[in-house]
């Protein structure tokens, strides 16, 4: 199996991307880290612990991170994910705590004592893995891949041309971005489009499976891809992780990428650059330095709909 660390916000769709992480068979989720984001950390952490609780694996570790961003202040999204950050459906507490030492600590750990490289997964302002990234270097020799939920080639969510991932913290994505390991950026473009239909939605929420049923309120939820004319919800961050369990349902191009730091209506926008290569740049005279990021331009929405269901449902994963 591929090892991960997935790092959220929990959050609705980190809920269902949790969910699906530790059922696919294709996947060893070996720690969670938690950010402020969607709601304050300690929030998060509870939803994270509860979450993993429902879907029987209470076993995989989960830390606490950074409390803000780097620079902004802390903004929120419960006007999407409730009042407790998930949805509101009355989850019970946790029975757990997270592990005694923070974030950064505990995915450095895991990382660098991985048997085979691991795939990051952030599904969430990125201000952890800056931190880890800045605070202990060397993990990079032993990251296969950072797949990050974030970014938006087209329209954003959070702002016209932002996404919220990389709105809230764009000083953490800029650090991410120049890592110097492999990126994919699963942007708003392919996130927006994979969506489980109602009667799928309707099925899983008659679920007497704690972990099944637990995926059928959360995509019943108006969460951030939620259809408004009927059931059918949104898989979200789930199909971050969707692509890295079968690749093969996300095309991605290899472009350079640049997060806008600069004060204004633009702030948080990933800038990523289309044109036809080699060439235009040099044209004008551009200095080509820009990380290089696989972004995700197009996605199979139905055969992501159906592993999820499968591995949530618990069939055989195709
Ligand atoms: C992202 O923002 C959050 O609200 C979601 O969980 C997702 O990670 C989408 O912009
Ligand atoms: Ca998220």
Same mark, same amino acid.
Request: aromatic share 2%.
């Given at each position: 199996a591929t090892?991960?660390?997935?790092?959220c916000d929990?959050?609705?769709d980190d809920?269902?991307?949790?969910?699906?992480a530790?059922r696919h068979p294709?996947?060893?989720l070996?720690?969670?880290?938690c950010?402020?984001?969607n709601?304050?950390?300690?929030?998060v952490?509870?939803?994270t612990?509860?979450?993993?609780e429902?879907?029987?694996?209470?076993?995989?570790?989960?830390a606490?991170g950074a409390e803000?961003p780097l620079i902004e202040?802390l903004?929120?999204?419960?006007?999407?994910?409730?009042?407790?950050?998930?949805g509101?459906?009355g989850l019970p507490?946790p029975?757990?705590?997270?592990?005694?030492?923070d974030?950064?600590? *505990?995915?450095?750990?895991?990382?660098?004592?991985s048997?085979? @490289?691991v795939?990051?997964?952030?599904?969430a302002p990125l201000?952890?893995i800056a931190l880890l990234l800045? /605070?202990? @270097?060397?993990? /990079? !020799?032993?990251? $296969?891949r950072?797949?990050f939920?974030?970014?938006a080639?087209a329209?954003? =969510?959070?702002t016209?041309v932002?996404?919220? =991932?990389?709105?809230?913290?764009? $000083?953490?994505?800029?650090?991410?971005l120049?890592?110097?390991?492999?990126?994919?950026?699963?942007g708003?473009?392919?996130f927006r489009?994979?969506?489980?239909?109602?009667?799928?939605?309707?099925r899983l929420r008659?679920s007497a499976?704690?972990?099944a049923?637990?995926?059928? !309120?959360l995509?019943?939820?108006r969460?951030p891809?939620?259809? $408004?004319?009927?059931a059918s919800?949104?898989?979200?961050?789930?199909?971050a992780?969707?692509s890295v369990?079968? @690749?093969?349902?996300l /095309?991605?191009?290899?472009l @350079?990428v640049?997060?806008n730091l600069?004060p204004?209506p633009?702030r948080?926008q990933?800038v990523?650059d289309r044109?036809?290569?080699?060439?235009?740049?040099? *044209?004008?005279? $551009?200095?080509?330095e820009?990380p290089?990021?696989d972004v995700?331009?197009d996605i199979?929405?139905?055969r992501y709909?159906?592993?999820?269901?499968?591995?949530v449902?618990g069939?055989?994963a195709?």
């Amino acid at each position: 199996a591929t090892p991960v660390i997935i790092d959220c916000d929990t959050g609705v769709d980190d809920a269902l991307a949790l969910l699906f992480a530790v059922r696919h068979p294709g996947l060893e989720l070996r720690a969670v880290g938690c950010v402020a984001g969607n709601t304050d950390v300690d929030q998060v952490v509870r939803n994270t612990l509860t979450v993993l609780e429902q879907a029987g694996a209470p076993e995989i570790p989960v830390a606490r991170g950074a409390e803000r961003p780097l620079i902004e202040p802390l903004r929120t999204a419960h006007h999407v994910h409730g009042r407790d950050g998930m949805g509101d459906l009355g989850l019970p507490a946790p029975r757990r705590r997270p592990v005694g030492v923070d974030a950064v600590t *505990l995915l450095r750990r895991e990382i660098l004592a991985s048997p085979r @490289p691991v795939t990051l997964i952030p599904t969430a302002p990125l201000t952890n893995i800056a931190l880890l990234l800045r /605070t202990h @270097p060397e993990v /990079t !020799r032993n990251i $296969e891949r950072i797949v990050f939920m974030g970014g938006a080639v087209a329209t954003g =969510n959070a702002t016209a041309v932002a996404e919220f =991932n990389v709105w809230h913290d764009p $000083e953490a994505a800029a650090v991410l971005l120049t890592a110097g390991v492999p990126i994919t950026m699963y942007g708003l473009d392919v996130f927006r489009r994979v969506i489980v239909p109602a009667d799928d939605v309707r099925r899983l929420r008659e679920s007497a499976e704690p972990g099944a049923n637990l995926a059928g !309120r959360l995509l019943a939820h108006r969460g951030p891809v939620t259809s $408004e004319k009927d059931a059918s919800g949104g898989l979200g961050d789930a199909g971050a992780v969707c692509s890295v369990a079968d @690749p093969a349902g996300l /095309t991605t191009h290899r472009l @350079p990428v640049e997060v806008n730091l600069a004060p204004g209506p633009a702030r948080g926008q990933t800038v990523v650059d289309r044109r036809p290569r080699p060439g235009e740049a040099e *044209l004008h005279g $551009e200095a080509r330095e820009q990380p290089l990021v696989d972004v995700a331009l197009d996605i199979d929405p139905d055969r992501y709909v159906k592993l999820y269901l499968a591995t949530v449902e618990g069939a055989t994963a195709s």
